[in-house]
């Protein structure tokens, strides 16, 4: 069966993650990505942690790349940058995620390449954007989490340190905008037959992570409040509990659910307790979110009860009594626990990188009816850059003096 992109191409000038994960989702979704790469080792990923060990690929840049071509050309020569502008003449979106400025100093700006391809949609991901006098600043994870204040929104207590979350949460997040902004221009340019230059960056990305909270501020100038683990809508039982086996997250929010876990637990009294719950809130019809009246008590209450009982039952009696919750686990954990259970359906995607093999998660949904995922690893550095010069017209004798002159590999 065809996937929903083939016949797209995409010339990908990025690195890292973000750049690399918004193409990624392309090629996984049947567009052909050629991956333009340094021809003195290729990207920083190529080369980090294990992939300092001869001839083995790091598995985080082959899930970050797998079903792309490479192309291995010198942008800062003129030779590499005028033969990237000749394929940007054969493509449909170009991805880029350089600090503004820095393609434009070898002619591979959307207006340059725009030249060359007037339809072509051009996605410039960056850390401010490409505006402002913050958009020439370098930007990584942490830092942007620093500056958007997401680190403050992580914490038990107003006074506690800066805590930032422990992924690159931010990368990811652009990432997902810029496939999402680049389909969206595609779908426009078959309709009328104009490109677009898509302006995504890490601060907007972290902005739509914080979207609820940030909304609140600019309408109401409310600053969040850290809620440490608890649940975002501040009912007293969206919350995390100490058991005697682990660690219990519950999100009892609604009047209905609270009655649930109180019966579960022996606490029915406190649904008629006017001092520690808001009574004309909890028993309104329709209901919303419960609200205390005295927090500590109640969460004073709930510990207690949790402390003495097992996480792991604790999560099997309360879901099955419609109550959201789960035993807090590591990510290993959980993924060996949904992968030997009938838990859940993961869509899990194996490339084959030589005879290793790289499991990944997948691409966060799946399509019905599409045909299974490409298994094709990522591809060597420069593997296709004669195939794709031969394309271009090039004789075997240019392509050796392009050689030559260390203009691609």
């Not at 995409?10 to 690195?15: A, N």
């Not at 007037?118 to 490409?130: E, F, H, L, N």
């Not at 422990?166 to 309709?191: K, N, Q, T, Y």
Request: net charge negative; with cysteine.
């Amino acid at each position: 069966m065809t996937r929903p992109l083939e016949g797209v191409r995409v010339l990908d000038m990025s690195h890292v993650i973000a750049g690399p994960l918004a193409s990624l989702y392309l090629a996984q979704l049947g567009a052909e990505v050629i991956k333009i790469e340094p021809p003195q080792g290729g990207e920083v990923m190529r080369v980090s942690k294990a992939g300092a060990q001869e001839g083995i690929t790091p598995a985080g840049f082959v899930a970050l790349n797998a079903g792309k071509r490479s192309f291995a050309a010198d942008i800062r020569t003129p030779e590499g940058a005028e033969l990237v502008r000749s394929l940007a003449r054969t493509a449909d979106v170009f991805i880029e995620n350089f600090r503004p400025g820095v393609v434009a100093r070898y002619g591979l700006d959307h207006a340059a390449i725009q030249a060359v391809k007037p339809d072509i949609v051009y996605c410039s991901i960056s850390g401010y954007g490409q505006e402002g006098k913050w958009s020439r600043r370098g930007a990584y994870d942490h830092v942007v989490q620093a500056l958007t204040g997401m680190m403050m929104m992580s914490g038990d207590s107003a006074e506690g340190p800066p805590i930032k979350v422990g992924f690159p949460v931010i990368d990811v997040a652009v990432g997902m905008l810029g496939a999402l902004s680049i389909v969206a221009a595609l779908h426009r340019r078959e309709r009328e037959g104009v490109g677009q230059h898509i302006d995504a960056s890490m601060v907007q990305a972290s902005l739509m992570l914080m979207y609820p909270s940030a909304s609140t501020f600019l309408t109401s100038r409310a600053e969040p409040q850290r809620a440490g683990n608890r649940g975002y809508t501040g009912s007293p039982t969206a919350d995390t509990y100490r058991c005697a086996d682990g660690w219990l997250a519950t999100a009892a929010n609604t009047p209905a659910q609270f009655r649930r876990l109180t019966a579960v637990l022996g606490l029915e009294a406190l649904c008629e307790d006017g001092n520690a719950l808001d009574l004309a809130s909890f028993n309104a019809p329709g209901g919303g979110f419960v609200i205390a009246r005295d927090l500590p008590y109640l969460q004073q209450r709930f510990h207690e009860a949790f402390a003495q009982r097992s996480a792991t039952e604790m999560e099997a009696q309360l879901n099955a009594a419609g109550v959201p919750a789960a035993r807090v686990r590591k990510l290993g954990e959980f993924l060996d626990e949904a992968q030997s259970s009938d838990g859940m359906a993961l869509t899990p995607t194996v490339y084959m990188q030589g005879e290793a093999r790289v499991r990944t998660p997948g691409l966060g949904f799946r399509y019905r009816f599409d045909g299974e995922a490409d298994p094709a690893g990522a591809p060597l550095l420069g593997q296709d850059t004669r195939a794709l010069l031969t394309e271009l017209g090039l004789d075997p004798e240019a392509i050796q003096a392009l050689r030559d002159a260390g203009a691609v590999k």
